[in-house]
């Protein structure tokens, strides 16, 4: 029977102390229950807390930290589905460049500053993968320590021999990197080396059972910042094999298989095995790498993945925002138009995107509608002629405009009268519906 948060809360030592990054006990006691955090988080937790809780409170999928101050977290996921509640923590992306390459450094350089500028937000790659293709060891050791050197990037070290592995994990110390990938035979070795330089280790096996028995032995070594390296033999197989076991780790409590998962898609031989990789590198996103490993650095490729990413990510139930406020598009003055948009942060940019395309300088007014899109706000009573019409009085903008219009959203036109009544000497005019009609709506009806 699982146990409630009051439970829970008597066996801890109610020190409110928060070390655990909780503010209390109780609330860190909540978290254990809705299993979003692991008892060994608490440094005052009894014996008896352990000896009851233990692996009982442990979260379905472990989290891991990347990078030297490990804030780039992977894992940690609790649900089949998006639209069950959320995913947490966004697949890790890596730009993958080989050893025997003599432009590694530099498409390793140009993975690093490639930035996206989406809805306000800047989307980057996360990690650099090195695969050793060509290298010795040390060799290929010290190409690692090169490239981690000049992206401050964590690497994926991925090579066929321990001791390349070995070597790499000593010269990236400290970076937070992924080893790929330890077997039967070298985790034991890989798994101490991991330990000792601050990585996480992939381990991988011919087939789920296999994989289990690798990541019980190691967690029984003390070791468990490990990653789950799936052998498949093609697409659909793999999307089977990481679906199962994500299903044995959140549905039935494989504590074996209850760790993140890293996927590498194969470089491209043609334009078609291109876009094969396009559309693979796509489903691993959704389902359900924590960590992709794409071949090379182009914009063309990366751009789609890191849009995909986004959307993915982002929490269904708190979309994504601007401030409230009203912002001037252009060079606006007292007889520029105000126009009016809700703060869902797709909605902010297109409306504000399409003014400065029109060459208008007007002010963009976007009231507080929880980041919903116009038609789903005013659906939902956040979007009104009256919540409009506070919103422009308490801003004060009669106050500074000698020419008072306002441009309402085309497709919340049945607002305009409610509007009309809240702002006396105001001119409301209805917008276009569609933001690409804006630049002819602002020649025909603004002047």
């Not at 494989?254 to 470089?267: H, K, N, Q």
């Not at 992709?292 to 490729?301: C, I, S």
């Not at 986004?310 to 139930?317: A, L, M, S, V, W």
């Not at 919103?391 to 036109?413: C, D, M, N, Q, S």
Request: net charge negative; proline share 6%; aromatic share 6%.
């Amino acid at each position: 029977m699982a146990l409630t948060g009051l439970q829970i809360q008597k066996l801890l030592p109610k020190t409110n102390c928060k070390e655990c990054g909780s503010n209390t006990c109780l609330a860190f006691a909540m978290k254990l229950a809705a299993k979003k955090a692991d008892l060994a988080e608490c440094p005052y937790a009894s014996d008896e807390a352990r000896t009851v809780l233990g692996a009982a409170s442990r979260p379905p999928m472990r989290t891991l930290g990347l990078g030297p101050q490990k804030k780039c977290l992977i894992g940690g996921e609790t649900v089949m589905f998006r639209h069950e509640k959320t995913f947490v923590h966004q697949t890790a992306l890596a730009a993958t460049v080989s050893d025997a390459d003599p432009g590694a450094l530099a498409a390793a350089a140009a993975a690093r500053d490639y930035v996206l500028v989406r809805v306000g937000e800047e989307l980057r790659l996360d990690l650099i993968c090195l695969t050793n293709d060509a290298l010795a060891p040390d060799a290929f050791a010290e190409a690692a320590g090169k490239i981690h050197k000049a992206t401050r990037l964590p690497l994926i070290a991925r090579s066929a021999s321990p001791l390349a592995l070995a070597k790499a994990a000593e010269a990236l110390a400290g970076s937070g990197s992924i080893l790929a990938s330890a077997g039967p035979e070298s985790l034991d070795t890989l798994a101490a080396a991991a330990k000792r330089h601050g990585h996480a280790l992939a381990v991988t096996a011919p087939d789920l059972d296999g994989l289990a028995e690798l990541t019980k032995r190691a967690a029984a070594s003390g070791f468990e910042d490990l990653i789950l390296d799936f052998t498949a033999y093609g697409a659909a197989e793999r999307f089977q094999t990481m679906t199962i076991a994500r299903r044995a780790a959140l549905k039935n409590e494989c504590r074996e298989l209850g760790y993140p998962c890293i996927a590498f898609v194969a470089a491209p031989a043609s334009d078609a095995d291109a876009a094969v990789a396009m559309a693979q590198a796509s489903g691993l996103i959704c389902k359900y790498a924590s960590v992709l490993a794409a071949p090379g650095f182009d914009p063309a490729f990366w751009a789609p993945l890191l849009t995909l990413r986004q959307n993915i990510y982002t929490d269904p139930q708190k979309p994504i925002q601007v401030e409230p406020g009203v912002y001037p598009i252009g060079e606006p003055g007292p007889c520029s138009p105000v126009f009016v948009t809700t703060n869902f942060s797709l909605t902010y940019f297109l409306v504000s995107g399409e003014i400065e395309n029109a060459g208008l300088s007007a002010w963009l007014a976007v009231p507080d509608c929880e980041g919903m899109s116009v038609l789903t706000s005013w659906a939902a009573g956040k979007f009104s002629g009256a919540s409009v019409a506070k919103f422009i009085a308490e801003r004060g903008l009669a106050a500074t405009l000698e020419k008072k219009v306002l441009v309402l959203p085309g497709y919340v036109a049945q607002i305009k009268g409610e509007a009309e009544e809240g702002l006396p000497g105001w001119t409301v005019l209805v917008g276009p519906q569609e933001v690409a009609d804006l630049e002819s709506f602002a020649k025909t009806r603004l002047g």
